[in-house]
């Protein structure tokens, strides 16, 4: 009886620090959250050595044209197909000439600026994807599958620029989205 | 004796083998030189028609009129359209463009409230492109203007009818027609005067290319000797490929029109190709005398000679009687003369050369023949151009000598130049304001100084408050003090950021500027664009920086774009003669700032049209239109500026006098003035809501800066970047409605 108390005394500390720790960590991802701009602070104490970017990751992008966007008028779904073929072939500047040509007609179209990113990212033209990714972000309303998938994007890009840091805190916001 | 002659002729022959070799030389290095020497063609941006497409019918019959297009009922050829109230039938012309061959198609759509409905093409195309409007071309120094047409692209009947009116023995002789020279001697000599000539078209092309018009003796044997030369050097193929598009056919202006493409465009807006037999009779005609048969000035005459053509045409058996009667019964229809080619926009060709200045040289632009696509939206630019006008004409009955302005138009995603005014004048070529004129921006500047705080969240948001209190800096130099005033010349103890950009506060603004430091400013200025040095002044945060109007739109593109730099261009692609694609200039993006911090910097450049300084705009506006903006008044008002955009549109306008005398205009009277009533005509969207899971939106009591609630006074519907929403709640009194409801009903 005697030990239950200290015993109690020790379990309850024990969960007020773990509980504690859980805060401090989640605070630590808050000031580490993305900045869109530059990389964080090289704060990477709260991350864990294995926690890199796989290269697999890359395979989770497929670029794939827009044409499930039912607010794509038929006009600019043509220009999307002319881009997709050109794309097909590696035409890579008659591609961006349609989907340019698309986002003329609309040019609030999230999905449409994703595709064009997706383009970019294929030439390896990576900060400019990264930046269309950020564009079709800011136009982005509710498809959380979508922003999902741009800041992926944006992971894939950094990565391959050489900012981990970076890379590491887009894939985060992504899995924000997975739930 | 024999000596002597025999030397004298060895001589002779000396000097005339020495003059044949000069002049083979000078016209075997001209003629290739001459023969593919092409200016460029510029052309306007294509307009693109399908479903749902935003556009007036006065604005879609304006485009086809500028293209050429002629009305007519049955619409069977390209180049027409009829219309039947807001119903169009077009039959539009086939073009070459950078990414595909456009072909000729016949459309029929119906616009409702401005929005193409019903839209059908019968090529069934989801969309179709007219035609781009011709606005000029870059000419060599020697103002002649071509359109190349080959051998191949000429009909048969043409170029029989062509050589049986002016050079019958052509495919025969060798540059020299001796009959024709003995009958043009007959006539000249029964006559007693010189009538008639005998010249072969070699000849004629001779004399194009290399000779004056005077009628002498020695100009004659020397054409003569050169076309001989000619005929030995080159095919008749080649010689009459060239003189297709030599001969010259009329002056518009100061462009002189050579050559039969050209002048298909020219009298008939047409491609040489689409030419029907009376107007290609009318252009053969007119070689004998362009200026002598010019249709416009002298249609009697001209339809006189045309119809001595048809008969020409039909007693060589190129074309039948049933079309030479037919021909000779139409009347002398050409197009006025505002529809030809001739540069139509100066300003806008301006900025064109000198964007193209940047990769290719003179020489090849004014001979190689490109064909540049530009960004020019002609509708946009005709409106600018006729607002501009009235807003001056007005306000000039205020002032004591004529104002002058300039306008630049840009699309706020991609940074393309759809119109630019650097004068009252759009049709004159003189001082380009828009791209030259170096102004002091005045308050165009503050939005960059408050977006430089608000960068820092953590430090700034639009509640943070600022003294605007008097501000005494001591000139160094020589020991001056520069007290500014505010506009109202009013202090306040405190007031938040957003009111100190909305009602345009100079007081807080230097304070600002103070305690974020040059250098911070001068970073914000440098991402924004601009790359003029920063003077490190505290005149620098009243805007002294000077800047051309062409300057602040890159400024404020960046803005208006939502953080993302994008290259200001005037130019689409380029194409080389032949069709080939040479360069596209895409739209690239850069991301230069945080989208939170320019969400913040909108909100209260959305403010400054609702409740500030701009907000005199929604007497033209719509109330439903959701645009963003900043006045800016220097000194004296000397100048008066306007920058502001819609969801797609980018004005910037600027007012005042090359004199740099005072105005009785400020930013809100004179260049908001041209701005709003522009942007009225051009089919604008509303600025959209940027959807950003990092900010929230608070209701603010705006004199303390803390939270408060949205029936109370004195309150704002603010946007904060989250985790950096006002500590404290500021206490409820006088219960009423918020000013600022607009916004929280727009950004529920």
């Known amino acids: ?179 | 004796m024999k000596k002597f002659l025999g030397g004298v002729l060895f001589i002779s022959i000396f000097i005339f083998l020495i003059l044949v070799a000069y002049l083979q030389i000078k016209m075997s290095t001209s003629f290739e030189g001459k023969k593919w020497s092409m200016p460029a063609l510029v052309y306007a941006r294509p307009l693109e028609l399908y479903d749902q497409k935003t556009i007036s019918p006065s604005d879609l019959e304006y485009e086809l009129y500028q293209l050429g297009y002629q009305y007519s009922l049955n619409g069977k050829s390209e180049g027409t359209f009829s219309r039947d109230g807001n119903s169009f039938t077009i039959f539009t012309r086939g073009f070459s463009f950078w990414d595909s061959k456009e072909p000729s198609n016949r459309v029929s759509l119906t616009i409702s409230r401005d929005t193409i409905e019903n839209f059908q093409s019968h090529l069934k195309s989801d969309l179709v492109r007219l035609d781009p409007i011709k606005i000029g071309g870059i000419y060599p120094g020697h103002h002649e203007d071509r359109l190349l047409i080959k051998n191949e692209d000429t009909p048969t009947s043409f170029l029989k009818g062509l050589v049986a009116v002016e050079d019958k023995d052509f495919y025969n002789h060798f540059g020299l027609s001796l009959s024709s020279i003995g009958r043009a001697l007959i006539v000249n000599i029964k006559s007693g005067k010189y009538i008639q000539g005998g010249s072969t078209i070699s000849q004629q092309l001779v004399k194009n290319f290399f000779l004056t018009n005077e009628r002498t003796l020695i100009r004659k044997a020397q054409e003569a000797l050169m076309a001989v030369l000619m005929e030995f050097n080159y095919s008749k193929k080649e010689i009459i490929e060239t003189y297709l598009n030599e001969i010259y056919l009329g002056q518009n202006g100061k462009r002189a029109i050579h050559g039969f493409g050209l002048a298909s465009q020219h009298y008939f807006g047409k491609n040489f190709k689409s030419l029907q037999v009376h107007e290609a009779s009318l252009l053969i005609a007119m070689v004998k005398g362009p200026s002598y048969y010019n249709p416009r000035r002298h249609p009697k005459r001209a339809k006189k000679r045309r119809n001595l053509v048809i008969g020409v045409l039909y007693s060589n058996n190129i074309i039948t009687e049933k079309e030479a009667l037919s021909a000779r019964k139409k009347p002398i229809s050409v197009i006025p003369k505002t529809n030809s080619v001739l540069t139509k926009y100066p300003d806008y060709m301006q900025l064109v050369k000198k964007q193209l200045l940047e990769e290719y040289d003179m020489e090849d632009l004014s001979s190689e023949g490109l064909k540049i696509f530009t960004n020019l939206d002609p509708i946009l630019q005709h409106k600018s151009d006729l607002q501009l006008k009235k807003s001056l004409k007005k306000f000039d009955k205020n002032e004591n000598s004529p104002l002058e302005g300039a306008v630049v138009l840009s699309k706020v995603d991609t940074g393309e130049i759809i119109a630019l005014l650097g004068s009252r004048d759009d049709r004159a070529s003189g001082f380009n304001r828009a791209l030259k004129a170096n102004r002091p921006i005045g308050s165009l500047i503050k939005p960059a100084i408050y977006l430089t705080a608000l960068n820092q969240p953590e430090s700034y948001t639009l509640a943070s408050q600022i003294p605007d209190t008097a501000v005494n800096v001591e000139n160094k130099n020589d020991g001056t003090f520069w007290t500014p005033k505010n506009f109202d010349n009013e202090t306040r103890e405190q007031v938040s950021i957003y009111d100190a950009l909305v009602h345009s506060y100079n007081l807080a603004t230097i304070h600002m500027g103070l305690a974020l430091g040059y250098s911070k400013i001068e970073e914000t200025l440098i991402d924004l664009g601009i790359t003029k040095k920063i003077p490190h002044l505290p005149s620098l945060f009243l805007g002294s920086l000077e800047m051309t109007p062409f300057e602040v739109t890159e400024m404020y593109q960046t803005i208006a774009s939502g953080g993302f730099k994008t290259h200001l261009k005037s130019i689409h692609t380029v194409i080389s003669r032949d069709g080939s694609p040479i360069k596209r200039y895409s739209n690239k993006l850069e991301k230069k700032f945080a989208s939170n911090s320019i969400h913040l910097i909108q909100h209260a450049m959305l403010g400054t049209m609702r409740e500030g300084t701009g907000r005199s705009a929604y007497n033209y506006l719509s109330d439903s239109l959701n645009t963003a903006g900043k006045t800016g008044t220097t000194n004296d008002q000397r100048d008066s500026w306007f920058a502001g955009f819609t969801g797609n549109i980018l004005g910037v306008v600027w007012i005042g006098k090359d004199d740099y005398k005072p105005t009785q205009l400020t930013g809100s009277s004179g260049a908001l003035n041209v701005w709003s009533n522009i942007i009225a005509q051009s089919h604008s969207t509303s600025i959209r809501k940027n959807f950003s899971d990092e900010i929230t939106y608070n209701w603010v009591h705006i004199p303390t800066g803390k939270l408060s609630d949205r029936f109370c006074s004195d309150v704002s519907y603010l946007p904060f970047i989250k985790g950096s929403e006002p500590i404290g709640q500021a206490p409820c009194t006088n219960i009423g409605r918020s000013i600022s409801n607009w916004f929280h009903s727009f950004f529920q």
């Not at chain 1, 000439?97 to 994703?114: D, G, K, N, Q, T």
């Not at chain 1, 595709?115 to 900060?127: A, R, T």
């Not at chain 1, 950094?158 to 840091?165: A, I, L, S, V």
């Open chain 1, 1 to 179: 009886m005697k030990l239950i108390i200290p015993l109690l005394l020790l379990v309850t500390i024990s969960g007020c620090q773990s509980f504690r720790l859980k805060i401090e960590s989640s605070d630590s991802d808050r000031q580490n959250q993305d900045s869109e701009i530059s990389p964080d602070q090289d704060d990477t104490s709260s991350y864990d050595d294995d926690d890199s970017l796989d290269i697999d990751d890359e395979e989770e992008i497929v670029t794939e044209e827009p044409q499930k966007d039912p607010e794509i008028p038929p006009a600019a779904k043509s220009l999307l197909k002319k881009a997709d073929d050109e794309r097909s072939l590696q035409n890579y500047d008659r591609s961006e000439h349609y989907v340019e040509r698309a986002l003329r007609i609309s040019p609030e179209s999230p999905y449409i600026h994703f595709y064009y990113s997706q383009i970019l990212l294929e030439q390896e033209k990576n900060s400019l994807a990264e930046s269309r990714a950020f564009k079709a972000l800011s136009l982005c309303e509710h498809d959380k599958n979508l922003k999902k998938r741009l800041w992926q994007l944006i992971a894939i890009s950094r990565h391959r620029e050489g900012d981990n840091q970076g890379s590491i805190n887009a894939r985060r916001k992504a899995e924000q989205y997975s739930h």
